[in-house]
């Protein structure tokens, strides 16, 4: 069963940029699937960041789309997270996912980032 | 963007007892793919239900999914102590491609 697991810094000073990986074990990231970024602020609901195929091929939310970028590393069987310009806006429990049938069905344990 | 409303926002029942959580899509759902997740504090979301009536890998057979167009309902039929927690629904299509409701919080009466 596919395992993931985010990884970055834990602050981000405001107009920097939040940097997150995620390690993918159990399965070979070039197969068949959408992996996406999905946020959580403190104590709020989720929000769909975006998502990458293997081929490299994304799809993003709209609303941070200008400030986004998700990249995939098949050597090292990972993909990031790049968001610019953060503000206090973007602290939030940022997960990595793999995507199921039009839904996210395998979830990573997600890491607080803080812009402060 | 579909704009999903779930109801209600807090629900108090106690274990044994049936629990019904609605939520409401603002267009239509294409292809009915519609999912449900249940969080528990300090956890990462699970995937409890995906194409609106699939149970995903593991889920027991209490849980249950139906609905179509815009209303959407996931039903708990008895509930166990481990069921107390936020369920989201969520959706696919449109633009942006996934969008969530804003949570039912299932507390213990």
């Known amino acids: 069963q596919v395992q993931l697991q985010e990884s970055g810094p834990g602050l981000v000073k405001p107009s920097g940029t939040l940097s997150l990986t995620c390690a993918v074990s159990?399965?070979?990231?070039?197969?068949?699937?959408?992996f996406s970024w999905v946020r959580q602020p403190p104590g709020k609901g989720l929000e769909w960041i975006g998502e990458i195929w293997h081929t490299g091929s994304t799809n993003y939310n709209p609303s941070l789309k200008s400030r986004v970028t998700i990249s995939i590393d098949k050597s090292k069987n990972q993909f990031s997270l790049d968001l610019n310009s953060v503000t206090a806006a973007d602290t939030a429990v940022y997960y990595c996912?793999?995507?199921?049938?039009?839904?996210?069905?395998?979830w990573g344990r997600g890491t607080l980032a803080t812009a402060s | 963007e579909n704009v999903l409303t779930q109801s209600p926002g807090t629900l108090s029942l106690s274990s044994g007892e049936r629990a019904t959580l609605s939520c409401r899509a603002s267009?239509?759902?294409?292809?009915?793919?519609f999912a449900w997740y249940q969080q528990k504090p300090g956890q990462a979301p699970r995937l409890l239900i995906y194409?609106?009536?699939k149970r995903a890998t593991g889920v027991p057979d209490r849980f249950s999914g139906s609905g179509s167009g815009t209303d959407f309902t996931l039903t708990i039929s008895r509930l166990e102590p481990e069921d107390f927690a936020v369920y989201y629904c969520q959706q696919y299509g449109g633009s942006p491609l996934y969008t969530f409701g804003q949570g039912t919080k299932l507390e213990i009466k």
């Open positions: 267009r239509s759902v294409s292809g009915n793919y």
């Open positions: 996912v793999k995507n199921g049938w039009y839904s996210l069905d395998s």
């Open positions: 159990g399965d070979s990231i070039s197969n068949n699937y959408w």
């Open positions: 194409d609106t009536s």
